[in-house]
């Protein structure tokens, strides 16, 4: 077991939905204060239940679990709930096409259907559209499997979409698989993936199954054990580009392994057959523990939650934890130092625009700091970030950043406050989901975005990409600056003057 999940245990599937990460983990979505303070926060439990007097939107973990499950190969997306929370499938499509047909899978669309639920639903249950749902998606497209995202609405008026399902799924040659992420019982939105997995552990994972040959062969029986012994289920997320899964791959495969990359995008043949490696290997902790927690539960799959593959520190780190458990210290070793040879040459251009500009970054707790560790690794200074929450899987991250009283600020969405920070601070480059750079370029601060499906951003190669990209950024501020004395935000002078972190209470116990 890992030391960041000592102490969690997995033994939740036999529940219809998952523990919200309030239940499961220590975790925070309210702090203000430094790298030190947050620290001893999270080393004493303090920041545990902090809350805000005022909370602007934060996420939809309705969207976090569709991110996961529309991407398998042939299933029907069903979204249970108003209209509204089947809006994020639109942005998404293309996207998800493109991703397939660089992975070289059929070329299709996200397929989802909307239960459409109005007042009277709400008054008399959605049950009967959802029924209706499920049978015409069986009907019209024969999937492999049928997934009902189920959303706030129905939680709230307690449809027993279970009850329903399982009296569905033998009438259906699909799998049915619910997912539960009605967003108001959690305020980590993080929830949402272990809903998706919760779903997918349940109903789409099956035990190994291994039979006996009608007629022995040793020498196959040898060779599937020989294959098994070396495959890593290298666990991708939304985040991670195509490029990345390349980047990644590759440098597992130069040490031996077998890698296959799942579970986005996989069929659900690949999906029921996860049990079937002797290692997964986490991307990020946030996304993942669940997953691999249950998979170890289960089949007894060791597995690798370290840390974050951007950056070659952490590039090497995680490539070093994955070896060990293969005793592949030595040829790990030859590998990291070709590869960071030949990236630190190619780095050296670069640091002439780097060095000693400031930078701040914010999203996703593991991205961040890793992030934040490699462009303080070129000569720049990390003033502050920005995390949605934050618990013990990116603890360890906080030491890498060389100043202990640059400022963290714990929020999910909360531009309103992190405007503040960032007018105060006022960085050279903002790193953060391109969702904030509408309003950070209003203040003047150039951005790059910290994840983008057409980027490479992880392993060697992604740390090129990613420096380059900042360098080129930082060579003309041009576009920041005219945006930003044309276009104003809509706050007050007198909110820049007051103090963001006024907003966050302690918790009391
Ligand atoms: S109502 Fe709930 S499920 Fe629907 S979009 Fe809003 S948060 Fe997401």
Known sequence: MSKLTEGLTYHYLSAEEPPTREERIEACYAFGGSCSTLKTGMGKGCTKFNSRKFAQGGGCQLTLALGIVRTFQNVVVIIHGPLGCGSNNLGIAGYSKTSRILKQKKASDNIWLHTNLDENDVISG????????????????????????????????????????????????????????????????????????????????????????TIPDEVADAAEKDIYSKTVNLLNVGSTSYGDEVELSRLLTALGLNVRVMPLYASIDEISRMGEAALNVSICATHDDYLIGHLKERFGTEYIIDTLPIGIKNTNQWLRAIAKFFKLEDEVEKLIAIET???????????????????????????????????????????????????????????????????????????????????????????????????????????????????????????????????????????????????????????YESNPFDNIKEAEA
């Open 341 to 495: 040879a030949q990236l630190k040459e190619a780095l050296e251009p670069f640091k002439k625009t780097l060095q000693g500009k400031t930078v701040f970054v914010g999203g996703g707790e593991t991205r961040i700091f890793t992030t934040a560790e490699f462009f303080q690794s070129l000569g720049m200074e990390v003033l502050g970030l920005k995390s949605h929450n934050f618990d013990r899987f990116a603890v360890p991250l906080i030491d890498d950043i060389d100043d202990p009283e640059a400022v963290v600020a714990v929020a999910p969405g909360q531009p309103a406050e992190e405007l503040v920070i960032l007018n105060r601070v006022r960085p050279d480059l903002y790193v953060g989901h391109t969702g904030a750079h509408t309003w950070v370029t209003k203040l003047g601060i150039p951005t790059i975005p910290l994840f983008g499906q057409s980027f490479n951003y992880m392993g060697y190669s992604g740390a090129f990409e990613l420096a380059r990209k900042a360098v080129k950024k930082l060579q003309n501020t041009t576009f920041a600056r005219k945006i930003s004395a044309h276009v104003p935000l809509p706050f007050r002078p007198a909110w």
């Open 126 to 213: 959605g049950l009967e559209k959802l029924r209706e749902a499920v049978l015409y998606a069986e009907r019209e497209y024969r999937p492999d499997a049928i997934v009902i995202g189920n959303s706030c609405t129905p939680g709230i008026i307690g449809d027993d979409i279970d009850g329903l399902l399982d009296e569905l799924s033998g009438q259906v040659a699909a799998k049915i698989v619910p997912v539960h992420c009605e967003g108001f019982k959690s305020k980590f939105v993080a929830t949402g993936y272990d809903s998706a997995y919760h779903g997918l552990l349940r109903k789409l994972v099956d035990p190994v199954k291994r039979y006996e040959r």
